[in-house]
């Protein structure tokens, strides 16, 4: 926390996931916990309110006055022996819509070296008493503020983090409306899957939820999605960002150039900008913004060898998620064995052995991604009698295929289906086709005579006169081709919460985690009803139903703290000024020794420095195996004091520390990374809590 209660006092600062939220008064409201609800009458005639109205389930109950009578009114609140806890009512700064209600709760997390005497000295002139031990997170308690406190929940959530002993103190609020964030890209409102947007083609909860995820996560640039595809417009401006792109390449022009050649080659901008669309207040955002981007540039064939090298590529380069919205232009195509290797090394062996998460769309024809159709009707006869589908990397089990439903959360029509569909997610609604090799992309039979509605994907599209569009986005982008990068940008928000995460458990999260969606009508081309879920909770359609990323993300945090026990502390400690040499990549590394054995289930790093303007600064902490973990990047613009707590909640990177060994040197990294200013390094402390 580097404003510890910041330049707007301490009494309109919400301390709140680590991060500070500016506050503001509402000038005729307060609240009150009453001792009992027969309270209330006698409560009324003794205020004479304008309005009055329970908050918070019943919990507290709001009082309207005039503004000039609010000081006269909550007083006599206070003084009431009918009240147990009255606070005013505030408002969010940047969200005044969004109101906020105090309790008379507060959660604390002390330092893990901090003993159960001195939390008592710590709270107990403050007027707070513990109410419950918080199960999950060591030496953290729920505290109830008492009559005796003189100051309100905010203010003594602030005090509290001024002392080095607390790591995080958060009063428990109420709020009126749902605090979601919300991009500037001045498209965003338009796509509807990722936010409820009122329109006639869409029903309000289409969307994905993942306003509420990016109140968790908007993922973060060490996670990095790798999407195959035919070429991608490197020059668009949501493509683009400080450590946005990673690891380029190009397969079929052998270089690290992945532009796109032909006046068709639109397909991969699309599907990038839906998975990770950059968040600058410019045209789109992707579902995971804040992760980075790895283009591969496809050959345009899918023999052994091109499979190999696109997924040894990703894995090689460091991709956590790998979205493939593409799928062979055959009925029957069962993998071979090195494509089937291929895969399976990638989901297994990838990221340091957790595996790479790899995702595929199920296909666009209206048939079953494995499974018999009897076929009619087909334009030129392209196919008829009875007809075995597969798409082997469909039904490859390291993948989760995804197909596709509509704003009006129906199946799209086009939408491939079957007992391997592991989720659905949006996409546009329309007919099905099929590409094969001698008659090209054509529609199947037989035909759909009944309208099919539903709104496109707003994403990106190529500059300039290319594309899909005349302009740099495209509101018509579909298929399971779009469906796909969506799961994989909830699948980077995943990782990006819980990096420890195996690819099997990722899949697992997003099957758990989804949104049973059902359609009881009749396919339009075939007839049959597969739009409900059986007893395994699985439905042919939808999957285990349509991607969450809220509660998928909500599901990883979860997990961070299960099974975490230590039996001892380790604490080292480094308080030796040392000056940060400008524009020095390399920067400095302070390194201490620890020999105590074991393995390390939690750590917490606090570092302290001065620079004339830490934007240019980066900080990581230095395992002893020599892996390096990004701690602080060039987020804190023109502040010129750190002072930081860096723990496995606010730095998700740091569960990459969680299971090694402690013995060896540890080392802090300092780097300035651009010219003009200087500083220094005051201090860094480890705590380590070994098993």
């Given at each position: 926390?580097?404003?510890?209660?910041?330049q707007?006092?301490?009494?309109?600062i919400?301390?709140?996931?680590?991060?500070?939220?500016?506050?503001?008064?509402?000038?005729?409201?307060?609240?009150t916990?009453?001792?009992?609800?027969?309270?209330?009458?006698?409560?009324?005639?003794?205020?004479?309110?304008?309005?009055?109205?329970?908050?918070?389930?019943?919990q507290?109950?709001?009082?309207?006055?005039n503004?000039?009578?609010l000081?006269?009114?909550?007083?006599?609140?206070?003084?009431s022996?009918?009240?147990?806890?009255?606070?005013r009512?505030?408002?969010?700064?940047?969200?005044?819509?969004t109101?906020?209600?105090l309790?008379?709760?507060?959660?604390?997390?002390?330092?893990?070296?901090?003993?159960?005497a001195?939390?008592?000295?710590?709270?107990?002139?403050?007027?707070?008493?513990?109410?419950?031990?918080?199960?999950?997170i060591?030496?953290?308690?729920?505290y109830?503020?008492?009559?005796q406190?003189?100051?309100?929940?905010?203010?003594?959530?602030?005090?509290?983090?001024?002392?080095?002993?607390?790591?995080?103190?958060?009063?428990?609020?109420?709020?009126?409306?749902?605090?979601?964030?919300?991009?500037?890209?001045?498209?965003?409102?338009?796509?509807?899957?990722?936010?409820?947007?009122?329109?006639?083609l869409?029903?309000?909860?289409?969307?994905?939820?993942?306003?509420a995820?990016?109140?968790?996560?908007?993922?973060?640039?060490?996670?990095?999605?790798?999407?195959?595809d035919?070429?991608?417009?490197?020059?668009?401006?949501?493509?683009?960002?400080?450590?946005?792109?990673?690891?380029?390449?190009?397969?079929?022009?052998?270089?690290?150039?992945?532009?796109?050649?032909?006046?068709?080659?639109?397909?991969?901008t699309a599907?990038a900008?839906l998975?990770?669309?950059?968040?600058?207040?410019?045209?789109?955002?992707?579902v995971?913004?804040?992760?980075?981007l790895?283009?591969?540039?496809?050959?345009?064939?899918?023999?052994?060898?091109?499979?190999?090298?696109?997924?040894?590529?990703?894995?090689?380069?460091?991709?956590?998620?790998?979205?493939?919205?593409?799928s062979?232009?055959?009925i029957?195509?069962?993998l071979?064995l090195?494509?089937?290797?291929?895969?399976?090394?990638?989901?297994?062996?990838?990221?340091?052995?957790?595996?790479?998460?790899?995702?595929?769309s199920?296909?666009?024809?209206?048939?079953?991604?494995?499974?018999?159709?009897?076929?009619?009707?087909?334009?030129?006869?392209?196919?008829?009698?009875?007809?075995?589908?597969?798409?082997?990397?469909?039904?490859?089990p390291?993948?989760?295929?995804?197909?596709?439903?509509?704003?009006?959360?129906?199946k799209?029509?086009?939408?491939n289906w079957g007992r391997?569909?592991?989720?659905?997610?949006?996409?546009?609604?329309?007919?099905?086709?099929?590409s094969?090799?001698?008659?090209?992309?054509i529609?199947?039979?037989?035909?759909?005579?009944?309208?099919?509605?539903?709104?496109?994907?707003?994403?990106?599209?190529?500059?300039?006169?290319a594309?899909?569009?005349r302009?740099?986005?495209?509101?018509?982008?579909g298929?399971?081709?779009?469906?796909?990068p969506?799961?994989?940008?909830?699948?980077?928000?995943?990782?990006?919460?819980?990096?420890?995460?195996?690819?099997r458990?990722?899949?697992?999260?997003?099957?758990?985690?989804?949104?049973?969606?059902?359609?009881?009508?009749?396919?339009?081309?075939?007839?049959?009803?597969?739009g409900?879920?059986?007893?395994q909770?699985?439905?042919?359609?939808?999957?285990?139903?349509?991607?969450?990323?809220?509660?998928?993300?909500?599901?990883a945090?979860?997990?961070?703290?299960q099974g975490?026990?230590?039996?001892?502390?380790?604490e080292?400690k480094?308080?030796?000024?040392?000056?940060?040499?400008?524009?020095q990549?390399?920067?400095?590394?302070?390194?201490?020794?620890?020999?105590?054995p074991?393995i390390?289930?939690?750590?917490?790093?606090?570092?302290?420095?001065?620079h004339?303007?830490?934007?240019?600064i980066?900080?990581s902490?230095?395992?002893?195996?020599?892996q390096?973990?990004?701690?602080?990047?060039?987020?804190?613009?023109?502040?010129q004091?750190?002072?930081?707590?860096?723990?496995?909640q606010n730095?998700?990177?740091?569960?990459?520390?969680?299971?090694s060994?402690?013995?060896?040197?540890?080392?802090?990294?300092v780097?300035?990374?651009?010219?003009?200013?200087?500083?220094?390094?005051?201090?860094?402390?480890?705590t380590?809590?070994?098993?």
């Amino acid at each position: 926390m580097t404003n510890r209660g910041g330049q707007f006092g301490p009494g309109l600062i919400l301390q709140r996931g680590g991060e500070e939220l500016l506050l503001s008064r509402v000038g005729d409201r307060f609240t009150t916990r009453l001792t009992a609800p027969t309270s209330l009458d006698e409560l009324r005639s003794l205020i004479t309110p304008l309005a009055v109205r329970p908050v918070a389930q019943g919990q507290l109950v709001e009082w309207q006055v005039n503004p000039e009578r609010l000081e006269d009114a909550l007083t006599a609140a206070r003084q009431s022996a009918r009240v147990q806890f009255a606070s005013r009512v505030y408002r969010l700064v940047a969200s005044p819509r969004t109101w906020i209600y105090l309790t008379d709760q507060i959660t604390v997390q002390f330092a893990p070296t901090v003993m159960a005497a001195q939390r008592q000295a710590i709270v107990a002139p403050l007027g707070l008493a513990i109410s419950q031990t918080l199960a999950g997170i060591p030496n953290t308690f729920v505290y109830r503020v008492t009559s005796q406190a003189s100051e309100n929940p905010l203010k003594i959530a602030n005090r509290l983090m001024r002392l080095t002993e607390v790591l995080t103190a958060e009063p428990n609020v109420v709020m009126a409306t749902a605090p979601q964030y919300r991009p500037t890209d001045p498209l965003f409102r338009q796509q509807w899957h990722l936010t409820s947007v009122v329109s006639a083609l869409v029903k309000p909860n289409a969307h994905i939820s993942a306003e509420a995820a990016w109140d968790l996560t908007r993922g973060t640039r060490s996670i990095v999605v790798a999407v195959c595809d035919d070429g991608f417009d490197l020059t668009h401006p949501d493509l683009q960002g400080l450590g946005k792109i990673v690891a380029p390449k190009d397969l079929k022009a052998q270089d690290a150039v992945p532009l796109p050649d032909g006046t068709t080659d639109n397909h991969g901008t699309a599907c990038a900008g839906l998975a990770i669309g950059e968040e600058n207040a410019s045209g789109i955002v992707g579902v995971a913004p804040g992760c980075g981007l790895m283009p591969i540039r496809m050959t345009g064939f899918l023999d052994d060898t091109a499979i190999e090298d696109m997924f040894r590529w990703a894995v090689q380069q460091g991709a956590a998620v790998i979205s493939c919205s593409w799928s062979p232009a055959a009925i029957k195509y069962p993998l071979s064995l090195r494509q089937r290797l291929a895969l399976t090394q990638a989901a297994t062996q990838g990221r340091d052995g957790k595996g790479c998460v790899i995702v595929f769309s199920a296909g666009n024809a209206n048939r079953p991604v494995h499974g018999t159709v009897t076929e009619r009707d087909w334009p030129r006869n392209a196919v008829r009698g009875r007809t075995e589908w597969l798409s082997g990397f469909a039904v490859h089990p390291d993948v989760i295929t995804v197909s596709a439903c509509t704003s009006l959360n129906g199946k799209s029509a086009y939408s491939n289906w079957g007992r391997d569909v592991a989720v659905a997610a949006p996409s546009n609604n329309g007919h099905p086709t099929v590409s094969l090799p001698e008659t090209g992309s054509i529609k199947t039979g037989p035909p759909i005579t009944t309208a099919t509605p539903g709104r496109g994907m707003v994403t990106s599209d190529r500059t300039g006169t290319a594309g899909y569009d005349r302009d740099a986005y495209t509101n018509t982008f579909g298929g399971t081709s779009s469906a796909c990068p969506e799961v994989a940008g909830v699948a980077a928000l995943v990782l990006s919460a819980n990096p420890s995460l195996t690819a099997r458990e990722v899949k697992q999260i997003l099957q758990q985690t989804a949104d049973k969606i059902t359609d009881t009508t009749p396919d339009p081309q075939l007839g049959t009803r597969y739009g409900t879920y059986d007893q395994q909770g699985h439905s042919q359609w939808f999957g285990y139903g349509r991607v969450n990323a809220y509660r998928a993300v909500r599901e990883a945090k979860r997990r961070l703290w299960q099974g975490r026990t230590y039996t001892r502390m380790v604490e080292i400690k480094d308080e030796v000024t040392t000056p940060i040499p400008d524009n020095q990549p390399l920067g400095i590394t302070r390194t201490q020794p620890v020999r105590t054995p074991g393995i390390v289930q939690d750590l917490i790093v606090h570092v302290t420095l001065q620079h004339d303007y830490l934007g240019d600064i980066e900080v990581s902490l230095q395992l002893p195996s020599g892996q390096a973990l990004l701690l602080q990047g060039r987020t804190l613009g023109n502040q010129q004091q750190l002072d930081d707590h860096y723990t496995v909640q606010n730095t998700p990177i740091l569960i990459e520390a969680i299971g090694s060994a402690a013995t060896g040197e540890w080392g802090l990294r300092v780097s300035d990374r651009a010219p003009g200013h200087t500083g220094q390094l005051l201090s860094w402390h480890l705590t380590l809590a070994v098993q």
